[in-house]
C-alpha cells in the first residue's frame, strides 16, 4: 500500500463523540506499521477493533457469510460477497492490492474482518426497513465514518414487481458522530454549541436522471471515493445543488450503491471528516460488504413487509370487524395474534341474527397459525353463517360443520362452540364441539362454568353433538374464549379457566351488583391473564350482556288462514299500538300488517303467527309454513297484485324475509319516534311474486 504522510497523531476518542479510550489508527512512516496513543488506556483498538470486540461471536452460519483469502504474503486478495448475491460488487473489486509489511497486513485485515462480521450481524438482525438501517448506521458511526446518509428507492417495488420507470432516490436516515455527541451532552444538561452537519440538514428527494453521473454510478454498483471524477459529478444530484459543497476533499467519502437481487434499492454516503485519517483502498471492500449486507436485507425486508401485509389482510377480512346490533343483547369481542412473527391464524368469532330477534353467538379454533389455518378459517365462518341462515338446531349446525371439515382434508381440525339466545324467552340453547366452556357472569357478581357436554372437535367425524338449554338471566353476561386465553406452557387448561372465573368475579365484586363493568372493560381484565411472555397461541373472545325483552313489550297472536285474518290483525295492531303510546304509527304499521298477513293467507294452510316487540324500534313479525319467499317486483299497471311489498319496502325502514325449518318470517320495522306519514287511504294486496 502506498505511504502515508509521516505525521503520527494519536486522536482521543471523545473527540468525535465516541467512549473514552477508542482510538482511531494513526499511520506509522515505516511500512504503514499502526501505532496508537492514549492517556487513559494503553490497549491499541481502533474504533473498528472496539465494535467488533463489542459484538458477540458470529455464528457459524454468518461466519459463512464472509470468506477472505491471503497471500503468502497476507494481503487481503479477495473479500466475497453472500454467495447468494451472483452480481456482487465485489467481483469489480477482486484486483490484486499492493503488498503491505508482514506485520501491518495480517492486523489490518483482521480488524476489518472483525469489523465487517459484526457489522452484517448487526444488519441481518432486522426484519423491517428501519432495523436494518439503524443497524447499518449503529455499525458504521463512528467505527467506520463520521457520518453516513442512506438514500431508498420511492416506491420500493417488492420483488418481481416491475418499479417506475423513473428513478426516485429519497433520503431515509442521516446520523453523524456529532449529533451523538450533541444528543449525549444535551442529556447531561450540557450547553451544546456545535452546529449539526450541513450533510444532515433538510430531506432530500428527486429523480435520477437517466444516462446522468448518479446514474452511473449505480449501474456501475462498486462503490467508489467522491473524488473520483463520476462520484464528484453524482453528488450534486444525489445531495442537492449549493455553494458550499459539504463533502470534504480527498478520500474522506465513499458512495455505495445499494443492490439487491434485481435491482439497484438506494446508496449509502460514508464520510470522514478533516481531521480523520483518509479511507484506504481496502476500505472500498469494507463499504462493498456492508452495501451489498444492506441491500440483499432490505429486499427480504421489503419481501416480508408484503408477507406480512397480506397476511393482516387476510386475517383482517375474515373475521368481523364489527358486530350486529340486536334487541336484547350487547356485544364485545377481541383478537389477538399469536405473536408479531406469526399474525396469522385459525381463531375466530362471529355473531349472527336470527328470526324472531334472536341472535347465535359463535367462536371456534382451527389447528395452526399459517395461512392455511386462516383460509379454513374463514370457510368454515362462511359455512356456519349460511347454516344459522336456515335456522337449524345447534346440534344441526355442527352435524354439518363436522361433514364440511372432512370433505377439505383428513387433517383439517377445529373446535367450535355454538348458542342461540333468544331474549324474549331468556334462554340459551348451546351446544360444544370439543371447545372450553363458556363463563356466565351473573348479576350478583358469582361466575360459574356453564355445564355443557363438550363434544368431539370438528372434522373428527362419527360423532354426534348434544344440545343444552339454560337460563340467561338479565344483566349476565356470557363469555366466549379461545384455548390460547387460559392455557399456556406454565398452566393447563383446567388451571387457566379457574384463574379466569376468579379474575371476572373479582372485576364484578369490585364495581358493585348496582354497577356492573362494562364488556370492553371485563374483556381488557380477561386479556391480563397471559403474562409476558407467556403466550403460544392467538386469543379470541366474544362476550354478549343479556339485556332480554320484557313481556310487556311483546304481542303474539295465533290467526287462523281466513279471509277475516287481515282485518283481525288490523285491530288487534291498533289496540297493542294505543297501549304502548304509539298511536302516530297506528296507520302505516296496520297497512303492512294487512298486506303480510293477506300474503300469508292465500298460500298457507296452518295458523299464522303474528308478533309486535317494542325495544329501540317497533318490529313486526308475520309467519307461515309456506318455505319461499316474497320477492318485491313493480307491477304493472293493470295488474291486480304485487304492490304489497311495494308499500313494506316504501314505508318501513327495513324489512326482510327469513327461511325456517318450519317455514318462514317476513318482518319490517319503524323508528318508534317517527311520525306519522301519509299513507295512501287504499291499498291492493301483496303477494308472493
Known sequence: MADTPAEVRAVHGTARGEEPGTYTPVPDPERN???????????????????????????????NMTQIARTPEGAVADVLAPLTDVDSPMAALQQPLPRQSASAAPRRTDERLRFVGSATRRIARGLDLEEIVTGLVRATVPAFCDSVLVYLRDPMPVGDERPPDNLVLRLHRAESATQEKIAAEAAMSVSVSAPASPLLRGTHRGPVAPGG??????????????????????????????????????????????????RVTGAALFVRGAEQPSYEHD?????????????????????????????????????????????????????????????????????????????????????????TSAAVMGQLRTTVQTLAGLDLPPQEILHHLNEQTQRMGTDRMATCLYAVYDPISHRLTIANAGHPPPLLLHPDGHT??????????IGVGGVDFETVELEAPAGATLLFYTDGLVESRLRDVVTGIEQLREKLSAAARATGPDDPPSLEALCDEALTMPGAGDRDDDIAMLAARFDGIAASDVAYWLLEPENTAPARA????????????????SDSVELLVSEVVTNAVRYTTRPITLRL?????????VGDDVPQLPRLRQAGTTDENGRGLYLVNRLARRWGATRLNTGKIVWFEFPRAQAASAVPTGGVAGDDG
Open 33 to 63: 506499521p499502526v501505532t496508537f496513543s492514549s492517556a487513559h488506556d494503553p490497549d491499541p483498538r481502533t474504533p473498528m477493533e472496539a465494535s467488533a470486540a463489542r459484538a458477540e461471536p458470529l455464528t457459524p452460519d454468518e461466519t
Open 213 to 262: 453521473p448518479l446514474a452511473e454510478v449505480l449501474r456501475a454498483v462498486r462503490p467508489v471515493f467522491t473524488d473520483t471524477p463520476a462520484a464528484h459529478a453524482a453528488l450534486p444530484e444525489l445531495l442537492g445543488d449549493g455553494d458550499e459543497f459539504p463533502v470534504p476533499e480527498g478520500q474522506r467519502a465513499i458512495l455505495a450503491p445499494l443492490r439487491g437481487r434485481r
Open 283 to 371: 476500505d472500498l471492500l469494507v463499504a462493498a460488504q456492508l452495501a451489498t449486507h444492506t441491500a440483499l436485507a432490505i429486499d427480504k425486508a421489503v419481501l416480508y413487509g408484503r408477507e406480512a401485509f397480506i397476511a393482516d389482510e387476510l386475517q383482517r377480512t375474515m373475521l368481523p370487524q364489527t358486530l350486529p346490533t340486536s334487541a336484547g343483547v350487547r356485544l364485545a369481542f377481541r383478537y389477538l395474534p399469536a405473536a408479531e412473527t406469526a399474525r396469522v391464524g385459525g381463531d375466530w368469532y362471529d355473531a349472527i341474527p336470527l328470526p324472531g330477534s334472536r341472535i347465535a353467538l359463535v367462536i371456534g379454533d382451527v389447528m395452526g397459525h399459517s395461512m
Open 448 to 457: 360459574e362454568v356453564l355445564q355443557v357436554p363438550p363434544g368431539a372437535p
Open 570 to 585: 288490523r285491530r288487534l295492531t291498533r289496540r297493542t299500538l294505543a297501549r304502548w303510546g304509539m298511536e302516530e304509527l
Open 613 to 621: 316487540l317494542r325495544t329501540d324500534v317497533l318490529r313486526c313479525e
